[in-house]
């Protein structure tokens, strides 16, 4: 079946540093990804949409200047918080849709910001 | 604004009982997902339903779509403990964007 790979699955940095987390669909195609924040015991919040060979479409309140989203290839995806702060730690997944109706999640990334 | 509400969002139930989670929209879904989370894990998708009135079973596990394509319920009949997790129903409304419910977490009881 459909793999997304996601890396790292946790992360911890500084205040202030930058962190890239890759999303790779390994056995398909995948114009398009999406990139989701999870608060504990909370649901998946929609933050962007990744698209090949352009620029990415975020959602309201979303700062783009701080989740830097770069689809360099059909299959990958990646997702850089810049001068993280405390407050974006949180649970963060991509996903792919594989078929028509059916999405792939990656296994997700811990980002801890101390 | 499109909203997909979902309930229960907490559920603690004993062992063997049966349970059912519903997902409610004003709007209409080509498609809807029903996924399990576990902690730390990304979502896992369970089914998908397309056709208004579908029935999809996956093992004890019952999906149903709304006859106007705009709501959907999982029952699942005598809870284990290995069904514990997140649930989440996760609508389309055509193209690749995606809403998601606020997720039910279960709690199944030995």
């Known amino acids: 079946g459909a793999v997304v790979s996601q890396h790292p699955s946790w992360v911890i940095c500084k205040s202030g540093t930058s962190v890239k987390i890759e999303c790779r669909s390994l056995?398909?195609?995948?114009?398009?990804m999406f990139w989701y924040r999870q608060f504990p015991k909370q649901s998946l919040m929609l933050m962007a949409t990744?698209?090949?060979?352009?620029?990415?479409?975020?959602e309201q309140g979303v700062e783009k200047d701080k989740f830097l989203i770069n689809h360099a290839s059909l299959t990958l995806s990646t997702l850089t918080v810049t001068s993280a702060h405390p407050e974006d730690s949180s649970f963060y997944i991509c996903?792919?849709?594989?078929?028509?109706?059916?999405?792939?999640f990656g296994s997700g990334t811990r980002l801890t910001v101390v | 604004t499109q909203l997909l509400e979902q309930s229960p969002q907490f559920l603690s139930i004993q062992e063997g009982e049966n349970l059912t989670v519903y997902c409610n929209s004003s709007?209409?879904?080509?498609?809807l997902q029903w996924y399990r989370q576990e902690p730390g894990e990304g979502p896992v998708l369970l089914v998908t339903?397309?056709?208004?009135?579908e029935v999809k079973k996956l093992k004890r596990l019952t999906f149903q779509f709304g006859d106007a394509r705009k709501d959907s319920s999982l029952h699942i009949t005598a809870a284990q403990p290995g069904d514990t997790g997140l649930y989440l129903c996760?609508?389309?409304?055509?193209?690749?964007?995606?809403?998601f419910g606020a997720g039910t977490r279960l709690f199944v009881k030995a």
């Open positions: 996903s792919a849709p594989d078929t028509i109706y059916g999405y792939t």
């Open positions: 056995d398909f195609q995948a114009t398009t």
């Open positions: 990744s698209n090949e060979g352009s620029k990415a479409t975020y």
């Open positions: 709007s209409v879904f080509s498609s």
């Open positions: 339903v397309v056709t208004g009135g």
């Open positions: 996760a609508g389309s409304t055509g193209g690749f964007k995606t809403i």
